[in-house]
């Protein structure tokens, strides 16, 4: 039963399109994100939700719009896609139990702009 | 500007034998490190954490030491085994402390072969 989900997997899309991805969680926990894993592998946030609020919006452009309809969702639009937006996004989730900063990772999507 | 850095992007090492990975990060008001594992096609997934306030945290065969005054981390891995063959990545909880903001580094790929 995964934990967190992410759907799709993998994504390829043509040059000024518009995409969706969705994040579920069934861990209860109250706080989700969205981070990028870009072609150095670094994972970077790019937003954070607690309780479908937003707390953390890093420097991301304004094409990339996340959703948050209930605190088990988290979704990521991106508007009008370019090719530097290749790259696999991760969606997580952190919950405040006793290792609250602990956060769980979706599988990942891999988006590709041709 | 990485303040996580992990300077060696591979490691190889034989069955049993003991493995190191190396995290080193610039900015001394992180108060919390994780290392995270991932399998290729999956998400990261959390492995052992430490607090700034202690020097070593021990979970099986793994054990974390940190160095604050060299503002260094080490993740041991004793004895190695091929299910440990993944890529390691270290992070660090922001400054910001609160809403778990983590940074983390681009990560090592440990090969452990027979």
């Known amino acids: 039963d995964t934990a967190v989900s992410q759907t799709p997997k993998y994504l390829v899309t043509q040059m000024g399109n518009d995409k969706s991805i969705k994040c579920e969680q069934n861990l209860g926990h109250d706080t989700m994100y969205w981070y990028k894993q870009d072609s150095k592998k670094f994972l970077k946030i790019m937003f954070s939700?607690?309780?479908?609020?937003?707390?953390i919006n890093e420097t991301v452009p304004n094409r990339f719009s996340p959703k948050s309809p209930d605190k088990a969702h988290l979704n990521l639009h991106i508007n009008s896609l370019e090719l530097g937006d290749s790259a696999v996004y991760f969606c997580?989730?952190?919950?405040?139990?006793?290792?609250?900063?602990?956060?769980?990772f979706g599988p990942g999507t891999r988006l590709t702009v041709l | 500007d990485q303040q996580v850095k992990q300077n060696s992007p591979s490691l190889s090492v034989q069955e049993g034998r003991i493995s190191i990975l190396n995290c080193d990060y610039t900015?001394?008001?992180?108060?919390?490190f994780l290392w995270y594992k991932k399998y290729p096609a999956e998400g990261p997934t959390f492995l052992i954490s430490i607090s700034s306030i202690k020097d070593k945290n021990e979970d099986g065969r793994f054990t974390v030491f940190l160095n604050k005054s060299a503002k260094h981390l080490s993740l041991h891995i004793v004895p190695s085994q091929p299910g440990d063959s993944a890529v390691y990545f270290c992070a660090a909880r922001g400054p910001t402390g609160g809403y778990n903001k983590l940074i983390f580094g681009a990560g090592t790929r440990l090969a452990v072969h027979p």
């Open positions: 997580a989730s952190r919950g405040s139990g006793a290792s609250p900063d602990t956060q769980y």
């Open positions: 900015n001394s008001m992180f108060d919390y």
């Open positions: 939700y607690n309780n479908k609020e937003l707390i």
